[in-house]
């Protein structure tokens, strides 16, 4: 009988023959993307398998609450990913140059306002940001892009309006805070924003010959979605350990002052990972709130979140998440005070 780690060694190297033809036919260094997939899905999975509190209730509330963000969140980053490769493979890059005006300044909310008419959730938004600079977009305009699709698309004001009948004025004020919001992060990005922060992203220039537009539709979206698919499962553990560890009478403590439940609830959207077409559900539960505290948790979820904050580090490096997310925090409470002072 072959010992464990004979069969480990096979394993690993029937795995590795392909995904080494694979890249060497297509010229490309070979990724780690697959690994850290791997490595991210095999704490959860171990859960259903072995541990010594696997029929714990904490346990089991931890198992359901990772597996509902993780299955919530990945088929809007498979829509998300196959629009990157979509974008990459078979737009050209004039159209681009075509849609947007020339100067960043102007080119910014025009980029927030084009998240309106377009459907998608967070994890969706990231890599399709991420093609759009590799297209030559102003990278102040991606990342407006990046903020306004998942908050203020025709699915979310939609599932807003239901889930605040009679209150007009909350989808009115949640789309303003948002598109605000959006803006003044794209502006911030020219004014103080470092190429440095960045990772380097592959500049796409056209099509490159010897290859077909379905092989590199092929070959970029299996990237994406294998790199950025491991992000999404950790930042979807950490949600849930947040949603065991704390006791939801911590909510009642929070919820008598204005200022502390907006500042309460903007950081509970951002550990809840509660993906954008859903969240106005949350929100409208948390009836111990002020409507400008769930407007808050409305504005700040979609756009800073820990799955969020995960896939931005895996699209365009640590540097640009930490400083890009905490920005975006303080600016979505802000846009979200103001705005809603006014309307509700």
Partial sequence: MQKSGDLVEEAKAAVAAPAAADDASAGRPRSWSLLLLAAATLPGTALFVIGRWGDEPAMQAWRTVWLAITVQALPFL?????????????????????????????????????????????????????????RGVPPAAAFAFLLSAPAVNPVVLTA???????????????????????AVMGWLWL??????????????????????????FRYGFQHDFLHAGGFV????????????AVPRSVLDVFSGSLWTSVLFLAVLAIVLAVCSEADAFVAASLTGFSPLAQLTFMVVGPMVDLKLIALQTGAFGRAFA????????????????LVGGMLL
């Fill in 78 to 134: 498979l829509l998300g990913t196959a629009l990157s490769g979509a974008i990459n493979a078979f737009v050209p890059e004039r159209l681009f140059s075509r849609m947007l005006p020339r100067r960043p300044v102007l080119a910014v909310p025009v980029a927030g306002a084009a998240g309106v008419v377009l459907p998608g959730c967070e994890c969706a938004s990231v890599p399709v940001a991420k093609s759009l600079i590799g």
């Fill in 160 to 182: 807003t309006a239901i889930a605040f009948p009679g209150s007009p004025a909350m989808v009115v004020a949640r789309l303003l805070a948002s598109l605000v919001t959006a």
């Fill in 191 to 216: 004014v103080l924003g470092r190429e440095e922060w960045l990772r380097p992203i592959v500049r796409h220039t056209g099509h490159q010959p010897g290859h077909s537009r379905w092989t590199e």
């Fill in 233 to 244: 499962v950790l930042g979807a553990m950490a949600a849930a350990t947040f949603n065991v």
């Fill in 322 to 337: 930490l400083r890009f997310s905490a920005a975006t925090a303080v600016v979505a409470v802000l846009c979200s005070v």
